[in-house]
Antibody
Framework: EVQLVESGGGLVQPGGSLRLSCAAS????????MHWVRQAPGKGLVWVSR????????SYADSVEGRFTISRDNAKNTLYLQMNSLRAEDTAVYYC?????????????WGQGTLVTVSS | EIVLTQSPGTLSLSPGERATLSCRAS???????LAWYQQKPGQAPRLLIY???IRATGIPDRFSGSGSGTDFTLTISRLEPEDFAVYYC?????????FGQGTKVEIK
């Protein structure tokens, strides 16, 4: 069974840093592109970042470019999101999601999310 | 960036009725790489449709997707109680991936 489990969220002050993790199981993690998607309280879904299966290609939404860094450790089956210079508008539930090879590269599996709150 | 506009914002229907949700793109979606997701309160999104019209694994056949280019539709033929939720469209053919703002299907 495919599972994605996020962790690392919490309360952080503006300007602070946080690292999110997404532990993957039930599939060959090293074969899949992975994404981070966030959802502010009561709002819609917003794509944040993606990383190629081998980690060689990354891309970011303009709103986080230069502040967030996506990475992965295929030996540990884990995806990361390093978030620096956090702002109040980064407050959201952060989901990791898999690109489905057999679902046309849409996001076929999602974690349950981890809440990040940026506030003083 | 491709902007996706969903309509209506809220759809008030009764169980057994047909739901028709619209997603319009600001430019043509590459290779019809358009997906639909369902999200219930406190839960992660669930993939329903990809490639504009292909049902994901395990999705009931009362869900169907159609459309191409800039205009796409999700149809729920007969609403079941568990179908009342928020639905998002997403284009994944162009970077950055973008989502529509969502359509809430609520019980009338």
């Amino acid at each position: 069974e495919v599972q994605l489990v996020e962790s690392g969220g919490g309360l952080v002050q503006p300007g602070g840093s946080l690292r999110l993790s997404c532990a993957a199981s039930g599939f060959t993690f090293s074969s899949y592109w992975m994404h981070w998607v966030r959802q502010a309280p009561g709002k819609g879904l917003v794509w944040v970042s993606r990383i190629k299966n081998d980690g060689s290609i990354t891309s970011y939404a303009d709103s986080v470019e230069g502040r967030f860094t996506i990475s992965r450790d295929n030996a540990k089956n884990t995806l990361y999101l390093q978030m620096n210079s956090l702002r109040a508008e980064d407050t959201a539930v952060y989901y990791c999601a898999r690109d489905g090879i057999s679902s046309g590269w849409s996001n076929d599996y999602w974690g349950q999310g981890t809440l990040v709150t940026v506030s003083s | 960036e491709i902007v996706l506009t969903q309509s209506p914002g809220t759809l008030s229907l009764s169980p057994g009725e047909r739901a028709t949700l619209s997603c319009r793109a600001s430019q043509s979606v590459t290779s019809n790489y358009l997906a639909w997701y369902q999200q219930k309160p406190g839960q992660a999104p669930r993939l329903l449709i990809y490639g504009a019209s292909i049902r994901a694994t395990g999705i009931p056949d009362r869900f169907s997707g159609s459309g191409s280019g800039t205009d796409f539709t999700l149809t729920i033929s007969r609403l079941e109680p568990e179908d009342f939720a928020v639905y998002y469209c997403q284009q994944y053919g162009n970077s950055p991936r973008t989502f529509g703002q969502g359509t809430k299907v609520e019980i009338k």
